[in-house]
């Protein structure tokens, strides 16, 4: 296993007390086609401010959202994941960009709507965004990244990372492996499909697994969620996650990490974790929910972003 060297990151050279000023210049809906779940890829120009090239993929964007909240109080910075590579979309470094879901929720009869997701989401081309950062030291590819095989968990807009990642490791000519493993509910909300079905034309040791919860149902009658990818795509993952120097990155929906942990045990994929503490049974298919949640970590290998 060749020595993980992560880079080194400049953090947060705009807090939310002196937030830079970027100016948005991209904002699309990147799912395979329009739905109720709509992500918007969006980049912002943050030419002549001290993040110009400063970002690295794995990093997030603080973003301030005006205007306050019903007790007065100005609204607190929200996070977003880089879905830009290092060099900047499309190779311009004073470009970032990210993939946002609109996030809204009916709660006992009333709509909520998600504030700063929503004043993202309909921001027009040249308008004006206070954002802060870089934000986050360990979410990263590692500097000497072609030594490695990388299987990626996405739910969502947990995609943001791998998109840039996917996109610089092809372009550093990595020959070792790489799966991404993407959940949706429909094939409707495939997040940059055209990108991802591109990569796999082209390059064949990139594997792009769609896990789509809604459509079908398992054999057992369960619903296919990336976890499961584990046990249903074997054929593809087993011996990616048995090399010695596969790194599992993970990225979505809170909770998806122990489904991952568990199926990875029960798999016998124990490098890719820590257990913390000693759970009663040896046999991994009989540890309970609260075992896996409370005893199953990720390790060195693995990485994990999870909101
Ligand atoms: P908020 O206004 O904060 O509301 C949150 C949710 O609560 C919404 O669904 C809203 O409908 C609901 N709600 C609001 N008021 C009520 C109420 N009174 N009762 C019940 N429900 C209510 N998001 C992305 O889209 N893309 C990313 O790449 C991304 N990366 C992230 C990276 C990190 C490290 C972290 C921590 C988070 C990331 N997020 C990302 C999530 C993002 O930061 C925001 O949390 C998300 O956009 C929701 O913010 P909002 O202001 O739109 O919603
Ligand atoms: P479902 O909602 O059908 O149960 P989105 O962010 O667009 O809502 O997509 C999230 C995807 O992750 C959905 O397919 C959702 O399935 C699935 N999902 C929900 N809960 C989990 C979980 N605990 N682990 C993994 N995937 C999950």
Redesign the pocket.
């Known amino acids: 296993m060749p020595e993980i060297i992560l880079p080194e990151v400049e953090m947060n050279i705009y807090s939310p007390k002196s937030p830079a000023e970027a100016t948005l210049v991209e904002n699309y809906v990147c799912t395979a086609e329009s739905s109720p ?1 709509i992500i918007r890829h969006l980049t912002f120009d943050v030419s002549g401010t001290g993040l110009e090239g400063k970002f690295k993929v794995g990093q997030s964007i603080g973003v301030l959202p005006p205007g306050a909240d019903e007790k007065g109080k100005a609204h607190k910075l929200r996070l977003y994941s880089v879905s830009s590579p290092e060099k900047g979309e499309g190779g311009k470094k004073h470009l970032v960009s990210t993939t946002v ?1 609109r996030a809204n929720e009916e709660v006992d009869g009333t709509f909520y709507l998600g504030v700063c997701s929503n004043y993202l989401c309909n921001l027009k081309l040249g308008d004006k965004l206070k954002v802060t950062g870089p934000s986050g030291r360990r979410y990263l590819l590692p500097v000497n990244k072609e030594e490695f095989n990388y299987v990626f968990f996405a ?3 947990g995609i943001a990372p791998f998109r840039g990642m996917i996109m610089e490791l092809f372009e550093a000519g990595i020959t070792n492996e790489v799966a991404l493993v993407f ?3 429909y094939r409707t ?1 495939l997040i940059y499909p055209k990108f991802l079905n591109e990569m796999e034309e082209k390059h064949e040791n990139f594997h792009y697994i769609k896990m789509i ?2 459509e079908d149902r398992r054999d057992d009658g369960s ?1 296919y ?3 499961t990818a584990i046990e249903d795509r074997p054929d593809i993952l087993d011996p990616i996650l048995s090399k010695e120097n596969t790194l599992i990155y993970i990225c979505g ?1 809170k ?2 990490e122990s ?1 991952i942990y568990h199926n990875l045990a029960k798999r016998g994929h124990m490098g890719y974790l820590r257990l913390k503490g000693q759970p009663e049974s040896d046999d991994p298919n009989q540890w309970s929910w609260e075992e896996v949640k409370k005893m199953l970590k990720p390790s060195e290998r693995t990485f994990e972003e999870v909101y």
């Open positions: 779940n879901k739910t969502g807009t959940g949706c509910p909300d919860s809604r619903k969620y990336v976890q929906m909770g998806m489904g």
